[in-house]
């Protein structure tokens, strides 16, 4: 189990939490300083988590839609998948849009998105003249299983 270190950056910041031992991602609470933030139809709002977290080197947190409320009220990440590096000290905050044709309605610690911590590889890009051949080669965007 990783360690994650975190700061409330507000008294009433609700911790990250993982719903079942085998949650993938660990839910963000709305930390919104009123009852309730309406977000209209079409509009995006950018949602407080009063949370701030030193992810370790070699580990990226990304933010992504909880399944309740993307599939119910049509509310999930505008950039449908943030990405938190392990260098940022700041708030943790969610931009949340809505998918759906009537306004949805945001309380104080309501569970708002996911995060997930995972490994990346930094890359160094090498400049060549050609790449290796393989059967799909250029093909993209549903060309893969055509005969």
Known sequence: MEK???VKLNDKA???SYGTPFSAGADLY???GEERIEIKSGETKLIHTGIALQIPDGLVGLIYARSGIATKRGLAPANKVGVIDSDY??????SLHNHSDKPQFIEEGERIAQIVFTPYVVAEFLECDTLDDTDRGAGGFGST???
């Open 30 to 32: 709305a930390l919104l």
């Open 145 to 147: 299983g055509k005969v």
């Open 89 to 94: 000290r700041g708030e943790i905050m969610v």
């Open 14 to 16: 609700i911790v990250p």
């Open 4 to 6: 994650i270190k975190f």
